[in-house]
């Protein structure tokens, strides 16, 4: 693990602001999604990859009427 030096408070709402440094170095946007991981007394923040609803496949994937699908799925899907 790599010590950024940077110190945040957390406001009263439990949050905190990533600083716009670490943001960009890991192509974080508004609106990313985040998953929040516990890992004895460390919390660790991963950038959620868009993944398939069926099978979780984060490759090839398109929105499908507001879902996630990747390629493969959409295909057995049309052959129904």
Not at 55 to 75: F, H, M, P, R, S
């Amino acid at each position: 693990m790599k010590s950024t030096g940077v110190c945040r408070q957390v406001d009263e709402l439990g949050r905190i602001v990533l600083p716009i440094s670490i943001r960009k170095n890991l192509d974080i946007h508004v609106k990313d999604n985040m998953e929040i991981y516990t890992e004895g007394d460390k919390i660790i923040l991963k950038k959620r990859q868009a993944s398939c609803v069926f099978c979780g496949n984060t490759e090839n994937v398109v929105a499908y009427n507001e879902k996630l699908i990747c390629q493969d799925c959409l295909k057995e899907l049309k052959n129904l």
